[in-house]
Nanobody, 118 residues
């Protein structure tokens, strides 16, 4: 399974951005898809994950600001990011994730850079 993240860019604090994660297979065949981020000098962290059935789980730092949703074909997972803060600046990655544990199970792609700055 190949997942590719895209959609990053520069945005001002308080702004919004939508990231896309495109899968090489239908997401019905995957336990769950997760969005991770890695800020400079920090470890990679899981910020949100979603199952094909629409179950979602968010990290506390993004709860209420980030929303996951799937396209009708269930081949793309979107991460809608609102009320962005400078501390959201990071490279964002998507990966297949074991729903129960949040552990990434696939290889890492290039990621997409999100910069929140005025």
């Amino acid at each position: 399974v190949q997942l590719q993240a895209s959609g990053g860019g520069l945005v001002q604090p308080g702004g919004s951005l939508r990231l896309s994660c495109t899968a090489s297979v239908n997401i019905d065949s995957i336990d769950s898809v997760g969005w991770f981020r890695q800020a400079p000098g920090k470890q990679r962290e899981l910020v949100a994950r979603v199952t094909a059935g629409g179950l979602t789980k968010y990290a506390g730092s993004v709860l209420g600001r980030f929303t996951l949703f799937l396209d009708n074909a269930k081949e793309t997972v979107y991460l809608q990011m609102n009320k962005l803060k400078p501390e959201d600046t990071a490279v964002y990655y998507c990966n297949t994730v074991r729903w129960r544990t949040g552990q990434a199970t696939g290889s890492w792609g290039q990621g997409t850079l999100v910069t929140v700055s005025s």
